[in-house]
């Protein structure tokens, strides 16, 4: 983390004159935390669903 003593930069992050450029720095970045929250709940979907069936389904053995 890093701090600054110069004032004027301050004073500018808080115009709102300059919220379309932080605006469009943000965009800029891209979606990655969209990116990784789908990532995540994609494995946990998927964990779900191999835990069930190897711990639920497969135990049952065929249903006649």
């Keep these: 983390m890093a701090t600054h003593d110069d004032d004027s930069t301050a004073a500018s992050a808080l115009d709102p004159a300059h919220d379309g450029d932080r605006i469009e ?3 800029r970045r ?8 789908v990532g995540v ?11 069930f069936y190897f711990f639920a389904f497969l135990p049952r053995g065929a249903v006649q």
């Design 25 to 27: 720095e943000i965009v």
């Design 30 to 37: 891209g979606p990655a935390g969209t990116f990784a929250v």
């Design 41 to 51: 709940a994609t494995v946990l979907v998927v964990a779900m669903f191999f835990i």
